[in-house]
């Protein structure tokens, strides 16, 4: 069996397992064949995402397609695209670490963090490196697709991150069957699908000059996001664009709607009891189930990975944001290079311990991911199948486990609307009493108390 692959038969049952990511990668095909099945993704309602549909008769032709929520071989992937397993199963493969940030003035401000992102893509485009790069382009909560970027000027509707679900595979195909050169944008799952699929599709492996990762802590259904908007008096309904990292790093939430913009708080300059319900809202119940289930948070398949470093020295009030940069391949780090020489990025020093401390609970958890696949089967979650790095036993310990429990429950009970009005007691319990640290205990007691 291909890499990655799973017989097109499947894919209904991965979705009702709650496997699917809507990636979309199951609409390309391995063999390029005239007589291939045609699988396209459909918005489900029920599931509150995009998930593959193709009709009875394609459904039972003996294909493969790539599909990172059902398989992540982290082992036979590394080994395959890395010639090994990385000396650091932490952080992975790579050769260079450093911060960053776009010297455009504008491009950093429009950036989800440092603006990087753009500026790479933008010297691939101004050096004749790349045709086209593929982005997630819009900020509707319901229109946000993969697109090909054609040229550099249109990065600025790229620009940003998305945390609701988007049709990333919306022009996969047209990707596939081009003959442009391309530089790849996605999540970590849409990396490593990427590169399973160019071990197959040497004609894809030969056009993709670079591959950008975005640090990911999980994708969560809109509905979640609508019942933290609502406690600030917006109505989810008539959102027409929603930008999740308005202003000074690390951003606020925007949204637009036909009568006015509310621009409302995430984590930073929120009060303690807000925050609580912005986790319940971003980081609970509503996250897709496989995002619970993850071995990769820092895109380990990438050429160059990028994501937010959440360390004290970043958190300047007025700061146009910074980027956590890790360059993994050769490709990755001469690109870099190339970036800085013609002053489109100025890079600064960042360590690997402090990339790992700016990654802090979602780096450590994702790494346990084999852990978390064995508390969901305890709890009749069953789980994508999943290899991890040799060495992260080591770093195991009994909080990991707990928050395994906590965060699948989450996940396992979100149907059960008559415990919703129990969310924030619950929360109000999980912040207090699950850290194991009595300092930190009646530190967090004194800030509820405060209401800061």
């Not at 190339?338 to 802090?360: K, N, T, W």
């Amino acid at each position: 069996m291909t890499l990655g692959a799973v017989n097109l038969s499947d894919l209904p049952d991965i979705v009702n397992r709650g496997q699917c990511i809507g990636c979309g990668f199951c609409q390309i095909e391995l063999d390029r064949s005239a007589n291939s099945a045609a699988v396209r993704m459909a918005w489900s309602d029920s599931e509150e995402y995009w998930v593959p549909s193709l009709s009875e008769e394609d459904e039972s032709k003996p294909e493969q397609r790539i599909c990172p929520g059902a398989t992540m071989d982290m082992v036979a992937l590394s080994a395959r695209v890395f010639g090994r397993q990385p000396n650091d199963p932490i952080v992975g493969e790579y050769s260079r670490i450093a911060s960053g940030y776009a010297s455009d003035d504008t491009t950093r401000r429009a950036a989800a963090s440092g603006g990087i992102t753009t500026a790479l893509l933008s010297h691939l485009f101004e050096s004749d490196a790349i045709d086209a790069a593929y982005c997630t382009f819009g900020r509707s909560p319901k229109e946000g697709a993969g697109q090909m970027v054609r040229s550099a000027r249109d990065l600025k509707n790229a620009a940003g991150s998305h945390y609701h679900p988007v049709n990333f595979g919306h022009s996969l195909k047209e990707l596939s069957r081009s003959n442009a050169r391309f530089a790849f944008v996605g999540l970590p799952c849409e990396v490593a699908a990427m590169r399973e699929l160019m071990l197959v599709r040497r004609d894809i492996a030969e056009r993709c000059v670079l591959i950008i990762g975005l640090f990911c802590g999980g994708v969560n259904r809109f509905s979640g996001i609508a019942r933290y908007l609502s406690y600030f008096g917006v109505d989810p309904v008539a959102i027409r664009e929603i930008d999740y990292r308005d202003g000074p790093w690390p951003g606020q939430i925007r949204a637009t709607t036909d009568k006015a913009e509310h621009r409302i708080p995430r984590i930073f300059n929120n009060s303690r009891w807000r925050i609580l319900r912005y986790v319940i809202s971003f980081q609970g119940y509503w996250m897709l189930p496989r995002c619970r289930i993850c071995p990769d948070q820092i895109a380990d398949f990438a050429d160059i990975a990028l994501g937010d470093p959440h360390l004290a020295r970043f958190k300047d009030k007025n700061s146009p944001g910074h980027s956590a940069i890790v360059a993994r391949t050769k490709r990755g780090a001469e690109v870099l290079t190339e970036a800085q020489a013609s002053g489109l990025i100025a890079l600064e020093s960042l360590s690997r311990d402090e990339l790992v401390q700016s990654q802090g609970y979602t780096l450590e958890n994702r790494r346990q991911a084999a852990l978390y696949a064995k508390v969901a089967k305890s709890l009749g979650i069953i789980s994508p199948y999943l290899t991890t790095y040799q060495g992260l036993e080591q770093h195991r310990t009994a909080h990991q486990t707990v928050y395994a429990y906590v965060d699948l429950i989450k996940i396992r009970v979100r149907g059960w609307r008559w415990l919703r009005p129990l969310y924030l007691p619950i929360q109000v319990f999980e912040y207090l009493f699950l850290t194991f640290s009595v300092r930190i205990l009646f530190e967090r007691l004194r800030k509820l108390a405060k209401g800061v």
